[in-house]
């Protein structure tokens, strides 16, 4: 298992945020994505490939994916072929499809971020994670955009309901309603043309294929 102790203190100058950690962190099962905001993904992977050199010779291979359209960066540990666990690090919000987001709720998350104390064996650091508030939003975006395709995200909402109060309740809609809208109809009406499009076209290939 990767000593994610000894990451968080390699990247501790860099602004950054921790998204949706696990009631376990830093231990992960294997397999594992860790989400983090960074207003300097280049420099924060350096760091994590400078950090991930020790792993090589244990075993592991490194993977970097760049998707400079998007400020994103992934740096995946592979063991066997196998991913063992990857760093998806963010310079901007993902593109979320089911809900409008301000861009500017992503340096909101980082500038109220909250220390956090992490701990491995002896080894002990504070990482950035979100406020109480933002990571409710940020759970509840990842809800409404992934609950119709995978079905474990309704662990998003369970969270949700298990942590807000009536106070948090009035702060994280005031919030969400302030960074956060429904697209429009005919957005909507457009994406799902295009949906239509894509299976159509998809499937007069595969008529085209299997036609005797």
């Given amino acids: 298992m990767l000593n994610l102790v000894s990451l968080f203190e390699a990247i501790g100058s ?3 945020c921790i998204i949706k950690v696990g009631a376990q962190f830093p231990a992960y099962e294997t397999g594992d994505d860790i989400d983090i905001f960074c207003y ?3 420099q924060a992977a350096g760091k994590i490939l400078e950090w991930g050199g020790y792993y090589l010779s244990n075993g592991l291979d490194i993977r970097v994916n760049t998707e400079a359209d998007y400020n994103y960066i992934s740096v995946a540990f592979v063991e066997g072929g196998k991913m063992h666990c990857r760093f998806n690090l963010f310079g901007q919000l993902p593109k979320y499809k089911k809900l409008l987001i301000k861009d500017a709720l ?3 998350v980082i500038e ?4 956090f104390d992490c701990q491995h064996n002896e080894e ?3 990482v950035r994670i979100p406020s109480e508030i933002d ?4 759970r509840y975006i990842e809800f409404i955009e992934w609950y119709n395709v995978r079905p474990d995200e309704i662990k998003h909402l369970d969270y949700i309901m298990d942590k807000i109060d009536d106070e948090k ?3 994280f809609l005031d919030k969400l309603h302030h960074y956060t809208a429904l697209p429009s109809y005919s957005s909507i009406k457009k994406q799902r043309k295009c949906f239509r499009k894509r299976v159509s076209t998809i499937f007069k290939k595969l008529i085209k294929r299997f036609k005797f």
């Fill in 135 to 138: 990571d409710l939003i940020l």
């Fill in 124 to 126: 002990r650091v504070k």
């Fill in 14 to 16: 860099e602004k950054y």
């Fill in 106 to 108: 992503f340096e909101s």
């Fill in 40 to 42: 300097e993904p280049n």
């Fill in 169 to 171: 309740k009035i702060e």
């Fill in 112 to 115: 109220h971020s909250r220390f």
